[in-house]
Nanobody, 121 residues
């Protein structure tokens, strides 16, 4: 059984900072790309940032320069440092990890449970 467990304080004022964490637990052989998505009320889930196994990062234009994704391959964790927060960043944030349970298993995507982030004006 594989689980992705998200954690982090979920509220801040505009201009403030938050840090989200996502930890892989269970039978995990290897991890490829790790990503963060978010889903605001009344909107579709959107991709926010991603980091490959060799550390290359990519960001949505709306968060570039303010949010930073990073990973710890030993701990099987991915982080999202959120700075200069805006009310428009308010959403439920989800981590998504592409991983294999065994050396011969196919790659599969797993989602975290979601973390509410609320940014007040």
């Amino acid at each position: 059984q594989v689980q992705l467990l998200e954690s982090g304080v979920g509220s801040a004022q505009a201009g403030g900072s938050l840090r989200l964490s996502c930890a892989g637990a269970g039978s995990i052989f290897s991890v490829e790309t790790m990503k963060w998505y978010r889903e605001a009320p009344g909107k579709q889930r959107e991709w926010v940032a991603g980091v490959t196994s060799d550390g290359r990062t990519h960001y949505a234009d709306s968060v570039k320069g303010r949010l930073t994704i990073s990973r710890d391959n030993v701990k099987k964790m991915v982080y999202l440092q959120m700075n200069s927060l805006k009310p428009g960043d308010t959403a439920v944030y989800y981590c998504k990890v592409d991983l294999r349970k065994t050396q011969l298993a196919p790659w599969s995507g797993y989602w975290g449970q979601g973390t509410q982030v609320t940014v007040s004006p």
